[in-house]
Structures are given as C-alpha cells and as structure tokens.
C-alpha cells in the first residue's frame, strides 16, 4: 500500500465506520421498535379433559404418551344410572304421545259421528224444503181449480159434489202449505244448534287436549333431551389432535364435575402468541388484522387479535430481539383464519396490518378475500363422498372465527338424504370435512336461511314451499331454534310456520299479502334486527309486483305457543328488487335479508319464478322503516344466485354465498354500501 492510499484510509475510515455504526444502530432500534412487527410462538394448547357431571370412571381408553385424533373416546364414565332414568321418561313420553294419539282419534271419531247427524239433518231439511215448495204450487193450483169450480157451480155447468171434492183437495194443500214452514224452520234451527254444538265440543275439546298433553309432551321431551346430552357427556374425547400427557384418575374412581381425568396437548396450534414491546402495546387492537411467517418456511399465515394482555411485564427470552437486553411489552393472542400444521412452540415472524392514523384493521389481499371477484368454495373430498352441499344461507360466529352454512339439501338419495345436518367454513373459503349434526328428536329440510337469537342461540328456516313433485311435507315447513354444546349443536324447539299460518284462516292471510292462500310460498330470506325476525319472500309477489318482507315480533312466543298472532306476524315491507332469467329483466322475489350494524338493509334478489339462466343482484335500502322500501344496487352476479348473507369475517365487509345446485359454489366479500 503506497503512502497516499494509507494516508486517504486514515482520514475516511473512522467516518465510515461510524457511519456502518449508525445505521446498524438503526437497523437495530427499528428491528426492536416497529410498530407493525413483532416476534410470535405458535400457542401450546393444553387441555384438560374432565368430568361434567358426578360419575365412576368405567374405563380409561388411552395411555399417557398415546396419540389420539379429534373426537376419538379417551375415557367413560358408567351410565347404569341415567340409563335408567331415560329409559323412565322414554317410557313416559311414549304413554303421552299415545295418549295423544288416543285423544285425537277419538277426537275424531266424535266429529265424524257428529258431521254424520248434521249431514242427516240437513238432508231432512232439504227434503222439506223441497215438499214446502211443491205445496205451495199445489196450493196455486188447486186454489184457481177452486175458484173455476165456483164459477161452474154458480152457472149450473159442475156439480156441489165436484165442488166439494176440489175444496177438500185445496183445504189439506192449504193446511200442508201452513204447517210446512214451521218443520223447515223447526229443522233449520235444528241443524244450526247441532253445527254449533259439534263445533264449540270439537274445538273445545281439541283446544284441551292440545294445551294439556303437548305441554306435558313438550317437558317430557325437554327432559329426555337434557337426559341425551347429560349422557353423551358421559363420554369423554379428545376435543382436538394431540398427544396424552397425564391421566388423572382411573377405572373405578368417582369423579366430580370439573375434575380432570385426561390431560393431552394439541399436536396443531390454531392460535399464536405475540410479544408487543412498550410502544407497540398501545398501538394493537383487538381485532386488528396480522399477517404470519413461520421461520424456516416459505408459507404467509393470516389471522386476527382477540385478546390482549392485561399489563405490560417483562417479556421471555425468546420474544427478545435482543436476547441479552432486558426488554418490556405485552403479550397478544392471534387466533389463525384457518386451521395450520404449527407446532406448539414454533417461531413466526408477525406483521400487523392497521392504519396508524385510528388503528382500524385494513385486510391485505394476502391474507382476506376481499377482491370484489367470486371465489369457490374448497369442499373436501371427504364431504364430498358423505353430503351434497349447495348453500342457501350462511351466519358468520366471531367467537369461534367460523361461518355456519345451512344448505338447501343433505346427504344423497341412497345415503344420509336429509339428515338434520349443517355445515362450516372458515374465513378463507374452506368448509369443514364433516357436517354438524343437529341432534333431537326433530326432522326437516330445504333449510333456506340462518340467524343469530339475542340468546346466543341460532334460528334456522326451512322454505315453507312445495316440493318439484307438489309435495310440501311437514320437515319444509320448520322453523327452529338450535343451541350449541360441547358435541355440535341441540334443537330447543320447532313449529311448522305454513301451517300455524293457514290455522287464521283466509282473512289472516290477506293480511299477510296472501289472498290467494299459501299454495305459491316459498320463503328464503331471514334475519335479526332489535330482537325482532323478518322474513323475506320469494313469491308470491304482491299486486304491484313487489317482493314482501314480514315482521316477527317475538320468535320466541311463536315457538313456545305456535300462536302467531300473539307472536305478531306482519306485512312489514315490499320493495321492488331487480333480478334477470335468460338475459332478460323479470320479477324478482328476494332470496336473502341482512341488516347491517348502521342500520342499512341488505336484500339479495333472484328470479321469483321459472328456471332460466338466473342473474341475482344484491342491493340495500338506506333506513328501512318499513312500507315500500326503495332499494339501491349494490352488485349484479350474472349467472349466479345469491342466497346468503352474513357479516364477513373482515370489518367492514359483508359475505355472500351462491348456490350452484351439483356445481361447485362460490363465495365473495364485498364492502359496506355507503
């Protein structure tokens, strides 16, 4: 090196190591000190399988150490007991639903016995009415015969004998003629008060009958069903993959509610734990969006906060940048979109997504489906082969960070065909490998739509329509309320809508918009807004065209009573909704409602009738206050029915779902109208 290079080196080279200096240091604080950026470890979910209710442990189906699948049975507790007692209100029920039966038949058998007599009665009537008639023009007659013998005896022409002989005819006409209404009106009343009898009995007594068995058959079955769950919590699984890590009590101990008897730890982690350092802790919501990398992996995770850490403490080790520097965050609960093969314990790297201006989470095409473009459902090949699946409505649950689908069909035509089934979906478009059973004692079908209660239960609402053969069976007129527990989920209680309706007869229907019966209705469409229910209908339409929403004040008396005045059933709305078949514009009937948090209304349209190509529109009326509704588009699907509505698992998005019959259906995200 000659003497000037050394000498240029001399003089440059503290500034440029300062300079590297400086921005490492920089390089560093950000690294330590971003506010999107964090250090995150796939959560180890360890789980304590215990006892719900008081019982012997009969048998211990798993050794420590054992790896077991989700569902599988890792203990059971003895059954003896309650089998008993289910076995006594089984009993029970069956007597009661006998006796009902019973009742009914005889019932029955009384007003037919009853309708026999009227029907004489009024044959008897009818008979003399038919001879009062004929008396009366007998009487006619015989009365100008009378009068021309008269004139013929006065001039020597007819004798006193003929005479006589048409005066005696005429006087027993006159007197049948007289006596003759009397019978009529004698057998008149007769037949009203029998009528009148027959109904005030029949109703009186089918009245009786209904109010006193159906409530002792409603806590028989509400007993038995509480009985089934309490014996399938007899049963203990593995809520999720894992590994058995203790066992805790073994055959032949007795158990308390709450004692644990399996331990185990998830062999997936759906959940990650991220370390927020002090400036970062003010800045996360819950709710705000994160985008994930596993190190070592070259896959991009998305998921949402939905808790934050109590205080800011002292963080571990490995949530440290910097292992060697003492540092100070918080701790955040990121709950993943879809389910992912993380280990427990294994590292990411987290990037929040919000807006640092308010803090409100933006989604990134990365990791939402928010693009205003339909994306298909991924239906895996193991629903496949057990279930069709065409989604007719759908209801997204925060808590559990999952849509629930009810579809239009279940099962197949030689296996599971209508089994009481619904289904799942995550937040990215991938709907559970099994169906969710329904369980009690329940049956129904061509489920058209799915809303939250304020109870945290669920409704769910059948068609109430006829069949393609003209058939409209019992299980399409269900409207029921579901609630969730540890297994899937348990029916509360149910009533046949179509039929409560026809019970008011003609002038109630008309009041409803159907003065021409029930035989064209078809309902899609229902959700929630200020503890009421409103119901959209497909057809019929109304005289100017347009498509009726109802108004159920209160399900819950509707479903405790089937009495739906009571309940208040209205005409609440109609509006006139766009909809196309074949290319051209038609009436359109409305397959699904949705009232948004602000207020707005969200009505998804179809053709009301026919079977050509459809093209479905959603649109939304700014402050529905009921009447006729004027609606605004928000988005026209050519060649696609849109049949669900639900919130999306992005703020500020709603979520519709379509139905492609044996085709494979898709799904879209759509932002807020404003």
């Not at 639903?97 to 009665?121: F, L, P, S, V």
């Not at 001879?131 to 100008?144: D, F, G, P, R, T």
């Not at 027993?172 to 003759?180: F, V």
């Not at 939402?368 to 997204?396: C, H, K």
């Amino acid at each position: 090196m000659d003497w000037k290079t050394e000498r240029r080196l001399r003089s440059i080279g503290p500034w440029a190591i300062f300079t590297i200096s400086l921005v490492g240091a920089f390089g560093l604080y950000e690294v330590g000190h971003g506010t999107d950026r964090a250090i995150g470890f796939a959560e180890g979910e360890e789980i304590s399988i215990g006892a719900l209710y008081t019982g012997r442990v009969s048998q211990i189906a798993v050794d420590a150490g054992q790896e077991v699948q989700a569902g599988q049975i890792v203990a059971q507790l003895d059954t003896k007991t309650i089998d008993a007692e289910i076995q006594v209100i089984e009993a029970e029920y069956n007597r009661l639903k006998a006796e009902a039966t019973a009742g009914r038949i005889g019932a029955q058998r009384t007003q037919t016995q009853d309708k026999d007599a009227i029907e004489t009665k009024r044959l008897a009537l009818v008979r003399e009415e038919a001879q009062l008639k004929s008396a009366k023009a007998q009487l006619k007659v015989l009365e100008a015969e009378r009068s021309r013998f008269q004139s013929l005896v006065a001039q020597n022409l007819a004798t006193g004998e003929e005479l006589a002989e048409v005066e005696m005819k005429y006087v027993a006409a006159k007197r049948d003629a007289e006596e003759k209404p009397q019978t009529v009106a004698l057998l008149r009343n007769q037949l009203r008060r029998a009528e009148l009898q027959a109904s005030e009995i029949g109703n009186s007594d089918m009245d009786a009958m209904s109010e006193a068995l159906e409530s002792k058959l409603e806590v028989a079955k509400r007993k038995l069903n509480k009985l089934q769950q309490e014996r399938n919590a007899y049963t203990l699984t593995a809520p999720v993959t894992g590994l058995v890590t203790l066992i805790h009590s073994y055959a032949g101990e007795v158990v308390t509610p709450g004692e644990i008897v399996v331990g185990m730890v998830g062999a997936q982690s759906s959940r990650v734990i991220a370390c927020l350092s002090e400036d970062q802790a003010l800045d996360i919501r819950r709710g705000d969006i994160a985008t994930l990398w596993p190190r070592g992996e070259e896959k991009m995770l998305s998921g949402r906060v939905v808790t934050l850490g109590p205080l800011v403490d002292e963080v571990p080790i490995r949530c440290r940048q910097i292992p060697g520097r003492q540092t100070f965050g918080r701790h955040v609960t990121i709950l993943l979109d879809d389910q992912s093969s993380l280990i427990p314990g294994q590292a990411l790297s987290v990037k929040f997504n919000f807006a640092q201006t308010d803090g409100t989470a933006q989604a990134t095409s990365a990791g939402w489906a928010t693009t205003q473009t339909l994306s298909a459902m991924q239906i895996p090949e193991s629903l496949q082969t057990l279930s069709r699946f065409e989604p007719s409505g759908l209801l997204w649950q925060q808590n559990d960070s999952r849509y629930l689908v009810v579809s239009d069909d279940t099962g197949f035509k030689s296996k599971h065909e209508d089994s009481p089934w619904i289904f799942e979906m995550s937040g990215q478009g991938v709907v559970g490998g099994n169906p969710i059973a329904i369980r009690g004692d329940i049956q129904f079908n061509d489920l058209e739509s799915i809303a939250s209660a304020s109870d945290g239960g669920i409704y769910l609402l059948s068609s109430q329509g006829h069949s393609r053969s003209g058939k409209r069976k019992v299980a399409r007129t269900q409207f029921l309320k579901i609630e969730k527990t540890p297994t899937g989920f348990q029916a509360l209680s149910n009533q046949s809508l179509v039929e409560a309706i026809e019970k008011h007869g003609d002038a109630y229907l008309a009041t409803l918009g159907l003065p021409e019966g029930t035989r064209e209705l078809e309902i899609e469409a229902m959700t929630t807004h200020d503890n009421a229910l409103y119901l959209g209908l497909k057809s019929p339409l109304n005289t100017q065209g347009q498509a009726m929403i109802w108004k159920l004040e209160n399900a819950e008396s509707f479903l405790r009573t089937g009495d739906l005045q009571k309940a208040d059933l209205s005409l609440w709305g109609a509006a006139k909704v766009p909809a196309q078949s074949d290319g051209q514009s038609v009436a359109g009937g409305i397959s699904e409602l949705l009232f948004l948090p602000n207020g707005s209304l969200l009505v998804a349209s179809t053709p009301s009738m026919g079977d050509g190509e459809p093209t479905g529109y959603v649109s939304f009326a700014r402050s529905p206050q009921g009447g006729t509704l004027s609606v605004e588009e928000v988005k026209e699907f050519k060649g696609h029915k849109p049949e669900g509505l639900s919130l999306s698992s992005n703020p500020g998005y709603f979520t519709v779902a379509f139905d492609a019959g044996d085709n494979t259906p898709h799904w879209i995200q759509i932002p807020w109208p404003k």
